[in-house]
């Protein structure tokens, strides 16, 4: 079956860390995004990518890098310069322009341990 | 910035009761605009999506655009307990890098109790 597939499901990282959450689609989408929420909060977007070898900052991606070598993939690292890393992450693609609304992964829940 | 206000909650219905949910959009040249149910822990799952202005109705569920008063609602007909989550409001904005782009709402808690 086609989808998102996120890991891992939980996640901890010491201070200082960096940690990287995985993010794999074979919808065969070219756009994905990386989205932040915190608790009783709605979604952030931190980066996003509309082709492979390029993607583009959203609106909170300080302390956090990205990268799109292959159209499947969409790996997302929290940086130690992110001060405040606990959230749930969530993934999401989509075709290109497409108005149909997203296709999420099942998330990544990230602590700070 | 462009933005998306979703208003303030939680709400609390009766089950059986008619849920109204609003959204606003800060930019009137939005083209699409999605309702998302997120349950807790979970991700959004979209349920609603309009284009145009007017109603369009699916099941229990009405959504409402109004493009001039910047407005998008969400109406659900006799709530259930099962519809108790978060709803989330997301428009795509238009121009440049933006295309395509969701941004999301803060979400409104929505409990229905028996």
């Known amino acids: 079956d086609g989808g998102i597939t996120q890991s891992p499901k939980y996640l901890f990282r010491k201070e200082g860390q960096n940690v990287t959450l995985s993010c794999e689609q074979n919808?065969?989408?070219?756009?994905m995004y990386w989205y932040r929420q915190d608790p009783g909060q709605g979604l952030r977007l931190i980066y996003y990518?509309?082709?492979?070898?390029?993607?583009q900052k959203g609106d909170i991606a300080e302390g956090y890098s990205v990268s799109r070598e292959k159209k499947e993939s969409f790996p997302l690292t929290v940086t130690s310069a992110q001060k405040n890393p606990t959230a749930f992450y969530l993934c999401?693609?989509?075709?290109?322009?497409?108005?149909?609304?997203?296709?999420f992964g099942s998330g990544t829940r990230l602590t700070v341990v | 910035q462009k933005e998306v206000e979703q208003n303030s909650g939680p709400l609390s219905v009766p089950e059986g009761a008619i849920a109204s949910l609003n959204c606003t959009y800060s930019?009137?040249?939005?083209?699409?605009f999605f309702w998302y149910r997120q349950y807790s822990g979970k991700s959004p799952e979209l349920i609603m999506s309009?284009?145009?202005?007017g109603d369009k109705e699916d099941g229990r569920f009405t959504a409402q655009l109004n493009k001039a008063s910047q407005y998008v609602s969400l109406l659900i007909r006799d709530s259930q307990p099962s519809d108790s989550a978060t709803y989330l409001c997301?428009?795509?904005?238009?121009?440049?890098?933006?295309?395509?782009?969701?941004?999301f709402g803060q979400g409104t808690i929505l409990t229905v109790h028996p």
């Open positions: 990518s509309q082709i492979v070898n390029d993607f």
């Open positions: 999401a693609s989509s075709i290109y322009g497409d108005s149909y609304g997203y296709t």
């Open positions: 919808l065969n989408h070219d756009a």
């Open positions: 309009i284009y145009s202005n």
């Open positions: 930019d009137r040249g939005s083209q699409s």
């Open positions: 997301a428009v795509t904005f238009t121009g440049g890098t933006s295309y395509g782009k969701l941004t």
